[in-house]
């Protein structure tokens, strides 16, 4: 029971340089999120995916890309990276589209430094 | 602007003890309440969810509590263990959106 499962855990990058998060789950969840969770501040969300085939802005999105690739997989995209993406990203997922009430089941993170 | 401030930010407590988190949010419109455990280079792992209806749930030795009215919440730890070092994070859930809490990290000493 892998759950969600991102890829890689740490990565350190150059400011300009491109990356791409990886996150795919085996629950055969309808819903797909990307979070980042800064020192100081509540989790906030990137992006989400309702359903496979559409993608939302969260609170934060700006300097990020998503793909939903299929229904396990939704990846994130950093196409120029800058020192105040610095932070750490979880992939969740949750059963139903995000409504308020659903429960999400979290990745372990990926530290992701720029310097 | 939606809000979850939780206190302490920190507590440290000994093995064996009880101790009680406190979460005040302002969300709208508001539908439910949850608490997730967050161990150290983990991701969040869902305690409870309560809807505004409800006023308390249990999980084990986790007990949330709820008041809608005065839009506060208490997570209630009973006979702490080491394991329970974490930071507690709460989470108020609106229509089609959450709002995260900074979390209280606790540490329990033998």
């Known amino acids: 029971n892998a759950g969600v499962t991102q890829t890689p855990k740490f990565q350190v990058l150059k400011t300009g340089q491109s990356m791409t998060l990886q996150c795919a789950q085996d629950?055969?969840?309808?819903?797909m999120y990307w979070y980042r969770q800064d020192p100081g501040m509540g989790l906030r969300l990137i992006y989400y995916?309702?359903?496979?085939?559409?993608?939302d802005k969260g609170e934060v999105p700006n300097g990020y890309n998503v793909s939903r690739l299929n229904k396990r997989e939704f990846s994130l995209r950093l196409e120029s990276a800058a020192p105040s993406q610095t932070s750490v990203y979880f992939c969740?997922?949750?059963?139903?589209?995000?409504?308020?009430?659903?429960?999400?089941?979290f990745g372990s993170g990926t530290q992701l430094s720029v310097l | 602007k939606n809000q979850v401030e939780q206190s302490p930010q920190s507590l440290i407590i000994l093995e064996g003890k009880n101790c009680t988190l406190q979460?005040?949010?302002?969300?709208?419109?508001?539908?439910?309440l949850r608490w997730y455990k967050q161990d150290t280079g983990r991701g969040p792992v869902s305690l409870t969810i309560?809807?505004?209806?409800?006023n308390t749930k249990s999980n084990g030795r986790y007990t949330a509590t709820l008041d809608a009215d005065t839009k506060q919440s208490s997570l209630h730890i009973t006979a702490s263990q080491l394991s329970d070092s974490a930071s507690y994070i709460c989470?108020?859930?609106?229509?089609?959106?959450?709002?995260f809490g900074t979390g209280t990290k606790l540490q329990v000493i033998p």
């Open positions: 995916s309702a359903s496979e085939g559409t993608t």
């Open positions: 979460c005040n949010y302002t969300v709208s419109p508001f539908s439910n």
């Open positions: 309560m809807t505004f209806s409800e």
């Open positions: 629950m055969n969840h309808n819903s």
């Open positions: 969740a997922s949750s059963a139903y589209p995000g409504q308020g009430n659903e429960k999400l089941f």
């Open positions: 989470v108020a859930g609106g229509y089609q959106k959450v709002t």
